[in-house]
């Protein structure tokens, strides 16, 4: 219909082990919304990256207004009119909105001492909160904003540097339904002013009504592409997935056992208004699915005590327990294995030693003194057991490579008594090896009687390794799959939010 | 770990032996002995502030809990005539007290250490001035205290009894840091508070119990000051006492970020500081130069450490490098045998 405005050919980004990006080609049209999906980790983001001038691609060309660009820097795309609403909001909120639309670009008064105008900017950012529908002033402390108006500033940001095309990150994520319907008469809005807009998100039913186009990312390739026409829901997920996936699986030794642990009608504080129901039987590892900001961590953090338990009972062999802290989960025999293994994992200064019986120490010690032969016992018995690459465990955690990171934190809670075991994105930047490695050894731990759950965002991670699936979306569980049940399909059909099968024999 | 308390052992005794050829007054019995008593005094109170900077924090309110406390302690022994045994539990406990609230509000109300403290140096400086209306207080023809005051300010075999208190302090607080529990889990504490609270550590228990020794530390401390002094002049004792503390336990290797620092470095970083104010006093250089010189040499202390550091960090980077690069070719054998050991059953050896 209308002229190409942005084209991407060829773009490639590899890092070394991982190709991200692989010959992607997206052409943007002048007025034009374009669909951007895929998987977590399909390649969304750094492609957007990439036109955001923040990542250099390892090949290709990226064509705007007429210039060839092999490359681009941050000052490169905004001078071409390309402008980021950024999934976790990029504001200052000790400032007011005029001065985060200004930012790095201040307008100054004259005379000798260039002070900043104020007066200047508020008048200029006035009239593009007025075209967005915004009730707040130039002046308002973005402190005192919600997501959703804060967004509307990131917008104004970027109609005021005459942005031609605005990418969009996931922007309702945080946002409530009449937020979101604001925001997409926004778009609407955009678009009928010939701006062009890139909609990322894992939410079909927001692309179904906002896009003319949508372009599928799988595995950092461009897989397909739906003209509006063609939108539906099994269209766009059918192409989302289709990997082929490694069998990884390896079988339970014994059936699982009853008990385990029962999460029943826990509400985080991530989603006050979400129950999360899920049980995990002595034996199985349980994998928990979603897409990033499903509620998957937050789950993991309250039963963990880390953040507190809104509402709901945590049950561990049909007896409740009481978690307000890190120590009451311990004490219970609930064991995380966070996400951030560098923050919240490790203390990465101390050696491996000390690291490993940092959460056991007082059984390692008499009247409070540590036993330092017991401790140096325990924590080269897991070294051993673990095969952690390490010349003794006296050496500081931060020198070791990541998986090995990763078995030191393992190594923290082994050599304690596991009843659950929470995993958060365990394998998340770790080599093969010690990924196939860390999956021997939650199998390992769930024939000794453990109850496991996964949390991963790596499909072949989640189909692989578990016994069941549990899939979150927007903060509660919505399925469980069985092995027999188990395929990408399935999976991400529950992490959007979509029923199960029936419809969709009905449908294809 | 050792190597900095060696470094900073060395920088005493080389400082030592220059000043005492300049001038062997300096190496006199009784000049060592003056400053073993100064450095038993000063040395009481740095440990407990080192415990709290392990943590991570500061506390800036020491000098002005002394003369509250040495107020309150002089005005129970004379005024009310408490025996001493009481009076001396009575500001220990207030000490014991202040530190208390202190670390409740920084770990339960989470207030920055920097603002707690500051307040509290405000607050117990003024309290202490309007509890005398701004009057010195001392002790009267009385022997009030004799004994406590003997203990005090007495000495066994010519050594001062505070230095000897201070060996005996550093010798229990060596142990706690060191070898306890506690001690480990102040390290842990300091350097990563999320992952010690991910390890089921009570991080809040562990760093208020930091600021309540070391207000404990300030009673015992306000003991031997008031003992040294004979009287308390509310609106200037124990003045700056709390920067010596800080200076002295970052000189012993305590790293304001928290998680570093030693029992034996504190005390070496305390003896430094008096040696260094006994210097100027004994190599005749202006009294008026006395912080200027001590500003100096923490200054370069801790820029020395610092490169130090760096550099070992390098080489440790570059150690644990030449470590993890052979491992890249033993990932892909260990990649195709663990893969091909995962799709058979086998799992019960790992057990």
Redesign the interface.
Known sequence: MAETLLELSGISKTYPGVRALDDVNLNVCRGEVLGLIGENGAGKSTLMRVLAGVIEPSAGVIRIGGNEHTRMTVTEATQCGIAFVHQELNLFENLDVAANVFIGREKLAGGPLKLVDNAVMRARVMPLLQRLGADFTPNTLVDNLSIAERQMVEIAKALSIDARVIIMDEPTSSLTISETERLLEVIADLKAHGISVIYISHRLGEIMSCADRVVVLRDGRTVGELARDELSHAAMIRLMIGRDLK??Y????CAPQPGGCDIAGVVTSAFPDRQVNLSVRRGEILGLAGLVGAGRTSLARAV?G?DALLAGEIRIDNAPVGIG???D???QGIY?V?EDRK????????PIR?NVT??S??DH?RM???NGTAERKIAKDQAR?LSI???SVD??A????GGNQQKVVLG?WLSMQPRVMFFDEPTRGI????K??I???M??LA??GVAIVMISSDMEEVIGVSDRVAVMHEGSVSGVLERDQFSEYNVLRLAVGQALEIQEAAAS | MMKKELGLFLLLAVISAITGAINPAFLSFVNLLNMANLIGLFGVFALGEGLVIITGGIDLSLGSMFALLGVVFIDLLTTYQVPWPFALLLVLLGGLGLGGIQGFLITRLKMQPFIVTLCGLLIYRGAARYYTSDSTRGFGYGDEASTLSNIASGNVAGIPNTFIFLIVLALILGVLLHRSVYGRWLYAVGKNEEAARFSGINTNLVIATAYVISGVLAGVSTVMFVFYTNSVSPSSFGNFYELYAIAAAVLGGCSLRGGEGSILGIVLGTALLQVLQNLVNILGIPNSLNFAVMGTVILIGVLADQQLQARRRRKAALAGLARTAPKKDSTILQNAASRGAALPTTTGDQA
């Not at chain 1, 923050?343 to 101390?350: A, D, I, M, P, W």
């Not at chain 1, 931060?398 to 490579?401: A, N």
């Not at chain 1, 080599?431 to 010690?434: N, T, W």
């Open positions: 069998a990884l390896t079988p339970p030794a963990f880390v802290s890190p120590r989960a311990i004490r995380l966070p923050k919240s994992g490790l203390v990465l200064e101390l000390e940092l959460a120490l007082l010690a409070w003194l540590v057991r690459k390490a010349p050496i500081e931060v020198t070791l490579s923290k080599d093969v090896g010690a196939s490695e999956y021997a050894l199998r390992s024939d000794q």
